[in-house]
């Protein structure tokens, strides 16, 4: 990773351009055709697979004083329920955009363990708990 200050914001623009959809809906629980729910604690919210995306979400970062780093694989373009899932479920969300970032061929491991400042990302990933089991089976099947 360069030594160049870690906020991109051309690089965001740029992703949120490339990217018009929610990158994760589709990973939530099937509820009908092209539907998804996203569940919260007061139930859920059902959104289709073309719900547009207006939060960039960064993957890792932001915590303790650690830089949020605008490049492609710790960003991601979400709706705001998936967002807010995301930032109330972290272990969850975090398994969501890292599946969706495989997925695209977006993710670098290596750039992410140095965002995070751990060894090893998957190693990390085996000592953390989703609360909700379609993302704990998600997690199963990354580590």
């Known amino acids: 990773m360069s030594s160049s ?17 929610c990158e994760i809906a589709e990973l939530f629980p099937v509820v009908g ?6 569940p919260h604690a007061g139930g859920g919210t059902t959104v289709g697979r073309d719900i547009p995306a207006n939060e960039l979400h960064h993957i890792s970062g932001g915590i303790l004083g650690t830089p949020r780093y ?12 998936a967002h807010d899932f995301c930032e109330t479920y972290t272990a969850d969300g975090f398994v969501l ?3 969706a970032k495989l997925a695209k061929g977006e993710w670098d491991k290596e750039q992410m363990r ?3 400042r751990v060894s090893s990302v998957k190693g990390w990933l085996s000592t953390r708990k989703c609360k909700w089991d ?4 998600l997690r199963g099947e990354l580590v």
């Not at 906020?7 to 949120?16: E, F, G, S």
């Not at 055709?33 to 996203?38: D, G, P």
């Not at 379609?134 to 089976?137: G, H, K, T």
């Open 5 to 21: 200050p870690w906020q991109d914001l051309q690089a965001r623009y740029a992703y949120k351009d490339a990217n018009h959809y």
């Open 33 to 38: 055709r092209r539907q998804y729910r996203i």
């Open 70 to 81: 605008d490049i492609t694989t710790n960003m991601i373009h979400l709706c705001k329920h």
């Open 97 to 99: 955009c890292m599946k």
């Open 114 to 116: 140095e965002i995070m």
């Open 134 to 137: 379609f993302a704990e089976e």
